[in-house]
């Protein structure tokens, strides 16, 4: 029987979950739950539900993984927790600073409804994650360094939306290449926030916005802006679509360290993504997921969990003995 994914919401995210199940044999696409009014959102998978957000609750028993596909900001610290006591859920929750807040609380309320909730999965937090983990497991004696870009985030692009007088937004982090090459060079530099990555924000405001008031709330915003370099532009909504509407993103995990009785062996990991669409390549990452949760699930299992918890045979449509022989 097919795993039965429902979407909570259906933006760039949503759309792209919606494809990747598309593309496995073990899942079936069961609804889309929208805060919009449901007739007018036309969706790719024929015969599929287009529910209200409101009606969620009835479909307890038609969901075997909810996949929330709201923004870091302000949807999934309130939906996680409030859904996972009916569902088994899978979120993209990328505030790095928040997450052991965000998963305590999804962990308690996991554990109430019986249910698992996966956080903070995607590529960062998620699969780079995993690639720090490994890099730190592997050379104790070392330093970490994560690159991001460049890219459009879609956290922070949702983040600057989310301010009053801003009608629409992108926001693009780029690496300072100095400091790139410096780490890959095995350098081992010690690198503040701000001298590793600048970011980039282009933005349409509503008429009569106060640019200035937008411009400070935006650099000075705690967790997404005010520890880097902030550029802040002010643009026509006609700009910001022909010009700012690339989705594509790239990065890099390096792990530095050095082996040998007197550390004389130099050692340099890295782990790089470069993605034509950051929506549809974190959707793709979600529905893997949304796989290993239905797994434990069926075990028995409830509570919160990370990537650092979920075996990698969980994630994948092959069994253990093809994934031996093909991978191994």
């Not at 909570?8 to 949503?14: P, V």
């Not at 005010?226 to 993103?249: C, M, P, R």
């Not at 340099?268 to 239905?294: C, G, H, M, P, Q």
């Not at 994630?315 to 093809?322: H, I, K, R, V, Y």
Request: charged share 25%; hydrophobic share 40%.
């Amino acid at each position: 029987m097919k795993t039965r994914i429902g979407i909570l919401g259906y933006g760039n995210l949503g759309r792209g979950v919606e494809h990747a199940v598309k593309e496995t044999s073990d899942m079936e696409l069961a609804a889309v739950f929208t805060r919009r009014d449901p007739a007018s959102l036309k969706i790719n998978t024929e015969g599929t539900a287009v529910v209200s957000a409101d009606e969620l609750g009835q479909w307890k028993d038609k969901i075997d993984v909810l996949i929330i596909c709201g923004g870091s900001a302000t949807d999934l610290p309130v939906q996680t927790p409030a859904c996972v006591r009916d569902f088994n859920v899978i979120d993209s929750f990328d505030t790095h600073a928040n997450i052991p807040v965000h998963f305590a609380a999804v962990d308690e309320a996991a554990k109430e409804g019986k249910h698992i909730g996966i956080i903070s999965v995607g590529w960062d937090p998620g699969l780079f994650s995993l690639a720090r983990a490994y890099g730190n497991a592997v050379l104790p004696n070392g330093s970490d360094y994560t690159f991001w870009g460049k890219g459009l985030s879609q956290g922070h692009s949702d983040a600057v939306r989310r301010i009053p007088g801003v009608a629409d937004a992108r926001q693009y982090t780029v690496p300072v290449e100095s400091a790139l090459e410096a780490v890959r060079n095995g350098e081992n530099p010690e690198l503040t926030t701000r001298m590793k990555h600048t970011r980039e924000v282009f933005a349409v405001l509503e008429e009569g916005a106060d640019p200035e008031v937008i411009r400070r709330e935006i650099v000075e915003m705690p967790n997404y802006f005010s520890d880097y370099d902030t550029t802040v532009n002010f643009i026509s909504e006609e700009e910001l679509l022909e010009n700012y509407n690339q989705a594509g993103h790239a990065g890099f995990v390096f792990r530095s360290g050095s082996t040998g009785r007197d550390h004389e062996n130099k050692h340099v990991i890295e782990f790089s993504l470069k993605l034509d669409s950051n929506a549809e390549f974190t959707s793709s990452v979600l529905v893997a997921y949304a796989r290993a949760a239905k797994r434990l699930y069926d075990k028995g299992e409830t509570g919160a969990r990370t990537v650092f918890d979920i075996a990698p045979a969980l994630l994948s449509e092959l069994s253990g003995e093809e994934m031996r022989r093909r991978m191994l």
